[in-house]
């Protein structure tokens, strides 16, 4: 793929019949800063080939891609897109804004950087927006399903996490892999009885962080925070920790992911266990239970 310079592009933009430009970031970052003349078709979209057919109709006519700058890889990505969609004169202004800038050329737009995420504030989860997935396992067979999230809230306080508590309801498992009816049924009433969860008498699963510390210098899409705590499960009380990625979107929203396993053994669910049991054999079950949680929040004004 054909690249160019900062000092090239400024050329091939002051010639009589300049090329087509493109911002390939999105359209906040183009009003944001941008190169004179340039104008944003988003490689992160679906509809990026769509859009640049819109812009530029004439395969044939030099088009030059640029993004944020190495590393990142958004003018390759649009490049090698528009290549393979037929475009047969794209050029790839790899430097991108950093370089043009460095330079010392010119750019448009308004300056105003997006504001940095503000956590702070009282939060309260949605359980209707929000869902738990739960896989149990050996070494020959597999179940995955959901739990019902009850309640959850939480505090964060000059950065600081004040506290935090989510509430899941275990009477309300569900098992999704198992489609004959009363096979589903039996497993449901296994994990609801004394050899599992024992809902009976402990219908609730309750969650408490106590810290929730930043993980330095992660990149966006990994977990972010580093959730201690501890999960009172069969009337149990245990240290719990885990690695989310927690994230606020600008309109009152908070959202928490996270993938965990966790020793059911060490709650009392007992059944399976090839560390508490002899002569199992086929019967064995996984002592670790993993779990998939998403959480959305909003702002407990």
């Keep these: ?37 340039s104008q944003c078709a988003c490689v992160y979209e679906m509809t990026f080939l769509e859009n640049v057919h819109q812009l530029s109709p004439d395969k044939t006519r030099e088009l030059i891609v640029y993004g944020a700058g190495r590393p990142s890889l958004d003018s390759e990505a649009a490049a090698e897109k528009l290549s393979a969609d037929g475009y047969t004169a794209v050029l790839d202004f790899a430097g991108g804004l950093q370089e043009w800038q460095a330079a010392g050329l010119a750019v448009e737009g308004s300056g105003e950087e997006p504001p940095a995420p503000d956590f702070n504030g009282r939060w309260k989860a949605d359980p209707a927006a929000s869902v738990i997935r739960w896989t149990g396992r050996n070494l020959f067979n597999d179940h995955e399903g959901t739990v019902g999230l009850k309640s959850g809230s939480l505090e964060i306080r000059d950065g600081q996490l004040k506290d935090a508590e989510f509430t899941v309801d275990l009477r309300k498992i569900a098992c999704r892999d198992l489609t004959d009816p009363e096979m589903n049924a039996m497993l449901l009433r296994h994990l609801a009885d004394r050899d599992f969860f024992e809902t009976s008498q402990f219908p609730e699963a309750v969650f408490k962080a106590t810290s929730a510390k930043p993980i330095a210098e992660v990149t966006p899409g990994l977990p972010n925070f580093e959730i201690e705590g501890t999960l009172e499960l069969r009337g149990v009380t245990h240290p719990l920790g885990f690695r989310a990625l927690v994230a606020v979107d600008g309109r009152d929203g908070l959202a928490a992911q996270a993938w965990l396993e966790f020793d059911r053994t060490v709650w009392g669910a007992n059944y399976g266990s090839g560390r508490l049991f002899a002569w199992l054999g086929k019967h064995v079950v996984n002592d670790l239970v993993g779990l998939q949680l998403k959480i959305q929040a909003r702002r407990d004004v």
Aim: net charge negative.
């Design 1 to 37: 793929m054909s690249t160019l310079t900062a000092s090239e592009l400024s050329r091939r933009l002051e010639a009589p019949e300049p090329p087509v430009l493109i911002h390939v970031l999105p359209s906040e970052s183009w009003d944001c800063r941008r190169i004179p003349g």
